[in-house]
Structure formats: structure tokens, C-alpha cells
């Protein structure tokens, strides 16, 4: 919350945001939704109403896995239910840690169903929303690549490929 204090401050230079771990290193979709989150928890000093939001998150990221796994039929309910009960580790990052992971990953689940119903355009959309927020997301690219060429035109891949690109150049223009 710290870096993010700069920026509704108005610091627009990313080479003079930072709070005591540092330099800010996330993109600008981290800096819009952990601002919108600073507001939302009284400059976040409100933990226990993030701590539920992240819980929101945290489910809403449950429900969509449950939707691949029963669209793709690949893995029984089951075994979400179980990796769901019993994965401390995902609990603690989601409510306890409030890292920006959930965020980007909640980003990209939702980009995967859009994908899976064939609406590519915005499930680019909501894709390049994710890398936004953390650049590891930008590790999905090849396979996404794959996925263009293999499922659309070339002119298609072409336009889902402007869109991840507008999606970034617009978020980050005010820096």
C-alpha cells in the first residue's frame, strides 16, 4: 500500500514510488487496483474488510476452476475439492498475505473461461488485465500464442494480439 500512497499523491515517475521494501516493481494495474483497495479499506488501515475482499477473490477464483474442470472434463470435482481443503499454503496468500498473486491469478482464470467459451477478444482483454497487475502472467504467452493460431485466423490473432497491447499502452500511459 505504501508505493501505492505515492501515486494518489500524485507521483506519476514509477522511479519515485516505493515504501520500505524497495522500489515499486509491479506494473500499472497493481498500482489502479491495490489504489482502489487503499480507498476501500480507509487508506488500509481496515485489514479484516481486505482480508474479506481477498476471501471474495478466493472463491470467485474457486468457482471458475470448478467451471474448466467441469467444461474440460479432464479432472474430477473431486480432486478441486481436496486440493481446496487442504492447501494451507493458498488460504494463507490469499487472506493472510493479501499479495497481488490472487489478484493477477483471478485475472487470468476469468481470461481461461472467456477462452474456453470462444470469446477470445475479451478474454485478451482480461489477460493482458492480469499481466498488469504481476508480469509473471506474461509466462502463459507461448501457449497463448498457440492457442491463437490454432483456434483463429491469422487476422483474429492479429486483433486479440492489438488488444492485449492496448490494454497495457493505456494502463500505463499516465506514467
Same mark, same amino acid.
Given at each position: 500500500?505504501?508505493?501505492?500512497?505515492?501515486?494518489?499523491?500524485?507521483?506519476?515517475? !514509477?522511479? /519515485?514510488?516505493?515504501?520500505?521494501?524497495?522500489?515499486?516493481?509491479?506494473?500499472?494495474?497493481?498500482?489502479?487496483?491495490? #489504489?482502489?483497495?487503499?480507498?476501500?479499506?480507509? /487508506?488500509?488501515?481496515?485489514?479484516?474488510?481486505?482480508?474479506? &475482499?481477498?476471501?471474495?477473490? !478466493?472463491?470467485?477464483?474457486?468457482?471458475?476452476? !470448478?467451471? &474448466?474442470?467441469?467444461?474440460?472434463?479432464?479432472?474430477?470435482?473431486?480432486? *478441486?475439492?481436496?486440493?481446496?481443503?487442504?492447501?494451507? +499454503?493458498?488460504?494463507? &496468500? =490469499?487472506?493472510? +498475505?493479501?499479495?497481488?498473486?490472487?489478484?493477477?491469478?483471478?485475472?487470468? =482464470?476469468?481470461?481461461?473461461?472467456?477462452?474456453?467459451?470462444? /470469446?477470445?477478444?475479451?478474454?485478451?482483454?482480461?489477460? #493482458?488485465?492480469?499481466?498488469?497487475?504481476?508480469?509473471?502472467?506474461? *509466462?502463459?504467452?507461448?501457449? *497463448?500464442?498457440?492457442?491463437?493460431?490454432?483456434?483463429?485466423?491469422? *487476422?483474429?490473432?492479429? &486483433?486479440?494480439?492489438?488488444?492485449?497491447?492496448?490494454?497495457?499502452?493505456?494502463?500505463?500511459?499516465?506514467?
Amino acid at each position: 500500500m505504501q508505493e501505492v500512497e505515492g501515486f494518489l499523491n500524485g507521483t506519476m515517475d !514509477y522511479g /519515485k514510488l516505493q515504501g520500505d521494501t524497495g522500489p515499486l516493481v509491479y506494473p500499472a494495474g497493481f498500482v489502479y487496483i491495490y #489504489s482502489a483497495l487503499y480507498y476501500i479499506t480507509s /487508506k488500509g488501515e481496515n485489514i479484516y474488510l481486505a482480508q474479506y &475482499i481477498f476471501m471474495c477473490f !478466493y472463491l470467485l477464483q474457486i468457482l471458475l476452476n !470448478y467451471r &474448466i474442470l467441469s467444461l474440460t472434463a479432464k479432472i474430477p470435482p473431486f480432486a *478441486l475439492v481436496i486440493s481446496t481443503l487442504t492447501s494451507y +499454503r493458498i488460504h494463507s &496468500i =490469499y487472506v493472510l +498475505r493479501l499479495f497481488n498473486d490472487p489478484v493477477a491469478v483471478l485475472l487470468f =482464470y476469468i481470461s481461461l473461461n472467456l477462452f474456453i467459451s470462444n /470469446k477470445w477478444i475479451l478474454g485478451s482483454f482480461f489477460y #493482458s488485465l492480469a499481466v498488469s497487475v504481476k508480469m509473471n502472467i506474461l *509466462l502463459y504467452s507461448p501457449c *497463448l500464442l498457440i492457442a491463437y493460431l490454432t483456434n483463429l485466423t491469422l *487476422l483474429e490473432t492479429c &486483433i486479440n494480439l492489438i488488444v492485449c497491447a492496448a490494454v497495457q499502452l493505456i494502463l500505463g500511459f499516465p506514467f
